[in-house]
């Protein structure tokens, strides 16, 4: 490469990095995002392990960030690195494309188009290792270009090492990349060989980089063995409980969940396609296809280039037969959507390609360079621009503070002392990192349903809980009588000297706790409380009724988001009591049922009106309070106000579902109530 040709190469590649850091920094969550990031950076505080398969080099990346980045948090702190590692994966394709067809629009289309389609934007600016997944991604692809443009066998051999390195590296993030390594590394052995480049000294020391790249899973035991996080995944102190964790066995090894969802590959695929139309758009596909067919015509660079095209292809069809979630749901869709980026990366490498190369076509058959050159960068201006313009809205994240507004409202609820069991990424992630990086309520003991189920969890971090009591090794929730085991029924026998508390839920395959104790809401959580204390109803709403200072606005999140997640969370923790309350009477008889459905209807009617737009279910719920109270009297109500009440919100509930499975059902009680309401209205138009 020229010393033009060089230079002009590195000033876009830097130019790049800036527009793309100036547009990313801003845009940065200031606080906790939803998902594992609460997890993550917990894990980054506490120099603890994150879960499989361990992420030691983010951790540690993470664990500098704290002490090096500026930010109003340690979360804003660590997604600050995520959004530069962004801002640099678009500058290492920029400078993949300069390496092989030149310096020019298409080497920036390729950088900006990558880093400003919507799917990375969104997953730069939150502390998840995506970005650092994307910077590894482009950092092979431009070793691997630098290796195919080198002049000569020394060269390559010195591309060839770092490229092990990088390899080795970057699996110590996210394993997907394996994919890519599994063709990048025979691909490179048989251009050394061509090249009479490959001895037996040269697969040592390309071995012993590629083995060098591993030297952070070093972390994961020394991290285990000292055992000073309060909060870390797993036990790899021995050589199974390395394994087991590197190879996600506690999750599927090469699936995405422990689940066993039946994957449709066509499906899957379909929604990648759909995907890539819609957020890379239809002009940016086409010029991928233009960089690939063009490529057959250029003998030495058609093998490369069809290299790019068979890691997108075979990465897309594998994680398709792996990914094991039901993308029908928008939160599992979000979950699976993020692996895309990988394949998205080779795409926006050929699209730059294809640009770049259509652009010196052009050039050689029709003449006017300044013409097409020009035309070139103001495509990838206008197209740049317009991505801007279409997510900037949607990726400025620097005012969202809902999944955290959401866990300080929960975690300073509790009343002093209290064990708290979570369940599920958005209480479990969010509380540890209020409560461990942030040292919110240093009195409160958190303690991880599904954990508890580990042989590890119990051994390792019981230390870390003061107070907490276990019955035995591990919590299973089947084989309740298996040697060192525990059913949950034991497990609140032996904490019963402090408030318990479950957010959200108790798991459903132990039910063991029904014997002797009773759950009464608390918010988005449930209090669990003996058997034989009394519940006071008055007294109950009155101290559950305004845990909370919740003021977003029903459905006001995308669906998919933690966001939104969090919200309905709340909405529905409004209702909680009411129907605590009516499920209540449901199961009693007499005058303390009339008593509990009098309540319960009055609770309703003073949610429900309290509030402009609210969640469906609310006027069945409330319908199906009135009906019921009418049944066992009406109270303190009138029976007309009842019917009347309870017809509008079966009325409305139909309106807003059309499509309920028990329509028909509704649509009878509904003709039945009017008939009733007009028989009682003749009945005292006769007596007056």
């Not at 066995?249 to 449709?264: D, I």
């Not at 499906?267 to 063009?294: R, T």
């Not at 040292?439 to 580990?454: A, I, K």
Request: glycine fraction near 8%; proline fraction near 5%; aromatic fraction near 12%.
């Amino acid at each position: 490469m020229s010393a033009d040709r060089w230079s002009w190469s590195w000033t876009l590649t830097g130019a790049t990095v800036a527009t793309v850091a100036a547009l990313y920094l801003p845009s940065v969550q200031r606080t906790v995002p939803g998902g594992d990031s609460g997890e993550l950076i917990t894990t980054a505080c506490e120099l603890g392990v994150a879960h499989p398969p361990g992420y030691p080099l983010f951790t540690m990346l993470a664990f500098l960030a704290l002490h090096l980045l500026p930010g109003s948090s340690p979360a804003h702190s660590i997604n600050v690195l995520c959004a530069l590692l962004g801002a640099g994966a678009s500058g290492t394709l920029c400078y993949t494309v300069c390496r092989l067809s030149g310096p020019g629009p298409g080497a920036v289309l390729a950088g900006g188009l990558f880093a400003l389609s919507k799917l990375v934007w969104q997953w730069s600016i939150v502390a998840e290792v995506f970005a650092l997944n994307n910077f590894f991604v482009g950092l092979l692809f431009s070793l691997l270009t630098c290796f195919h443009k080198a002049e000569n066998v020394a060269q390559k051999t010195k591309f060839a090492l770092w490229g092990a390195l990088c390899c080795g590296l970057s699996l110590c993030n996210q394993h997907t990349l394996v994919i890519y390594v599994l063709i990048i590394i025979p691909w490179v052995l048989l251009q050394l060989y061509i090249h009479n480049g490959l001895c037996f000294s040269g697969l040592f020391y390309l071995g012993l980089c590629f083995l060098a790249g591993f030297l952070p899973y070093l972390y994961l035991p020394i991290s285990s063995y000292l055992n000073t996080a309060r909060w870390s995944w797993g036990d790899q102190t021995s050589l199974g409980g390395l394994m087991t964790h590197l190879l996600r066995a506690e999750y599927g090894t090469f699936s995405l969940a422990k689940s066993e969802e039946k994957v449709n590959m066509g499906k899957m695929l379909q929604a990648q396609l759909n995907h890539c139309v819609a957020d890379l758009s239809v002009p940016v596909l086409l010029l991928a296809i233009i960089g690939l067919l063009y490529a057959t015509l250029k003998r030495r660079h058609c093998a490369f280039v069809l290299l790019f095209a068979a890691m997108v292809s075979l990465y897309s069809v594998f994680f398709a037969w792996r990914a094991n979630l039901d993308i029908a749901k928008p939160l599992l869709l979000g979950v699976v959507e993020r692996f895309w980026l990988q394949a998205d990366a080779g795409v926006c490498v050929l699209a730059g390609v294809g640009l770049s190369w259509s652009v010196c076509w052009l050039k050689k058959r029709l003449g006017w360079d300044v013409v097409w050159t020009t035309g070139a960068w103001l495509l990838t201006v206008g197209l740049l621009s317009q991505m801007i313009h279409s997510n900037h809205r949607e990726c400025d994240q620097s005012s969202n503070d809902v999944v955290e507004k959401f866990a300080r409202e929960v975690v300073f609820s509790f009343p002093n002392g209290s064990l708290v069991l979570t369940r599920g990424d958005l209480p479990g992630n969010t509380l540890r990192y209020l409560h461990y990086c942030q040292g919110l309520r240093p009195d409160l003991s958190l303690v991880d349903q599904e954990m508890m189920t580990y042989s590890w969890y119990v051994s390792k971090l019981q230390q870390h809980f003061p107070g907490v009591k276990f019955p035995g090794h591990l919590w299973d929730p089947v084989n309740t009588e298996e040697k060192n085991s525990f059913n949950i029924e034991q497990f609140l026998q032996l904490n019963t000297h402090r408030p318990v508390f479950v957010c959200i839920g108790l798991s459903e395959g132990d039910r063991s706790w029904e014997k002797t104790f009773s759950r009464w809401p608390w918010g988005v959580c449930e209090q669990l409380v003996h058997i034989t204390s009394r519940l006071h109803p008055e007294e109950w709403v009155q101290r559950t009724q305004h845990l909370y200072n919740w003021s977003q606005p029903h459905d006001s999140f995308p669906p998919g988001s933690w966001e939104r997640v969090a919200n309905e969370e709340m909405w529905q923790a409004r209702m909680k009591m009411a129907f605590f309350l009516f499920d209540l009477a449901e199961r009693m008889e007499g005058e303390g049922q009339a008593h509990l459905y009098d309540l319960s209807y009055n609770l309703y009617s003073q949610i429900v009106d309290a509030q402009p737009d609210y969640p469906s279910n609310w006027d069945k719920n409330l319908a199906l309070a009135a009906e019921r109270l009418l049944r066992s009297g009406g109270g303190s109500h009138e029976p007309d106000s009842l019917l009347s009440r309870s017809i509008q919100h079966f009325g409305r509930y139909l309106q807003r579902e059309p499509t309920d499975p028990q329509r028909q059902a509704i649509r009878s009680a509904i003709a039945h109530l009017c008939k009733e309401r007009e028989r009682l209205r003749d009945s005292q138009r006769q007596r007056h």
